[in-house]
Structures are given as structure tokens and as C-alpha cells.
């Protein structure tokens, strides 16, 4: 059974900087794409960012195209989520899902289908 533990996030000041981590158990996480989502309070669950198996690939909405950094490592099973120029509407819990082998470009990860697995996520939450 696959396990997801994202961790790293907090409290911060709009226009400041955090990196999430998602550290992967219990697979072959090498083999898959791998996404970041978030859901603010009161508000559907939304696609950030995914990255295919090798890291070579990415793909994020427009909105936080040049903010935010996805990257992966595989030799340590963690995916990871730079966050910069951070604002108060970025204020939610953070998610790393897995996605099943089928769903190998980033672009066919932008939204819930793809993903198999799911962790607890961590929260954000940026004061003005």
C-alpha cells in the first residue's frame, strides 16, 4: 500500500517562501507522475502542479506558472513543491498525490481522475 506524507507547511507573510515535501512509501515511486492540489477553506479541491515519472517534465496552471517549482527526487522517494511570492488566496491544505502508470505526461494530471493515492496533506496558511 502506497503511503504519501506531505510535510513543510505553516504559517508565513505574503511574499515569502515555503517548500513542501512529500515524502512516498510502499511503491515504486520512480514509475509515476506525481501532482500537488490544494483545497482553500469552503472551496473545491484544485490542480497546482504535476511532474512525470523522471522529473523532466512538468505541468502547472497559468496562474502559478513562474511562482511555483515542482521537483522530484527519486533516489529519496520525495516530491517537492517550491512556493514563492506567496499571497493570502494561496492559504490551503496542500496535497501530493500518485497517479496511476497509465497517466504518464503531467498534462493528463490536472485533475482528480488520474490520481490513485493521497495523502493528508499539509496545511498553508498566509497572513497579510
Known amino acids: 500500500q502506497v503511503q504519501l506524507v506531505e510535510s513543510g507547511g505553516g504559517l508565513v507573510q505574503a511574499g515569502g517562501s515555503l517548500i513542501l515535501s512529500c515524502a512516498a512509501s510502499?511503491?515504486?515511486?520512480?514509475?509515476?507522475?506525481m501532482g500537488w492540489f490544494r483545497q482553500a477553506p469552503a472551496k473545491e479541491r484544485e490542480f497546482v502542479v504535476a511532474?512525470?515519472?523522471?522529473?523532466?517534465?512538468?505541468y502547472s496552471t497559468n496562474s502559478i506558472k513562474d511562482l511555483f517549482t515542482i521537483s522530484r527526487d527519486n533516489d529519496k522517494n520525495t516530491v517537492y513543491l517550491q512556493m514563492n511570492s506567496l499571497n493570502p488566496e494561496d492559504t490551503a491544505v496542500y496535497y501530493c498525490?500518485?497517479?496511476?502508470?497509465?497517466?504518464?505526461?503531467?498534462?493528463?494530471?490536472?485533475?482528480?481522475?488520474?490520481?490513485?493515492?493521497w495523502g493528508q496533506g499539509t496545511q498553508v496558511t498566509v497572513s497579510s
Open positions: 498525490p500518485e497517479a496511476r502508470v497509465e497517466y504518464h505526461r503531467p498534462s493528463y494530471c490536472n485533475n482528480s481522475y488520474p490520481y490513485n493515492y
Open positions: 511532474i512525470n515519472w523522471s522529473g523532466s517534465s512538468t
Open positions: 510502499g511503491g515504486t515511486f520512480s514509475n509515476y507522475a
